[in-house]
């Protein structure tokens, strides 16, 4: 590997702030806050969103159920009754 081109691989502390949550991750983002955390000092990064808050990863997921083309098209046009 050449040296000096690598991003420095460090531990960082996520915080999802809607949550309350604090995620102890081992990455390259680069930040000029720290913050202590159990004792150490680790650069920080505030999130809005995480598996601790998203609807997906919580289960709290609305689903909107949406019908075919064909059943909508059948809906709008189709035949209240056979006249011939």
């Given at each position: 590997?050449?040296?000096?081109?690598?991003p420095e691989?460090?531990?960082v502390l996520f915080h999802d702030t809607s949550a309350d949550a604090y995620f102890l991750i081992?990455?390259?983002?680069?930040t000029a806050e720290t913050r202590e955390h159990e004792g150490k000092t680790y650069p920080y990064v505030s999130l809005d969103v995480s598996s601790e808050s998203h609807p997906f990863y919580t289960?709290?997921?609305?689903?909107?159920?949406?019908?075919?083309?064909?059943a909508k098209f059948n809906k709008r046009f189709g035949r209240k009754g056979t006249k011939e």
């Open positions: 590997m050449k040296p000096d081109i690598h691989y460090r531990d081992g990455s390259t983002v680069k289960g709290k997921q609305q689903t909107t159920k949406s019908d075919g083309r064909v």
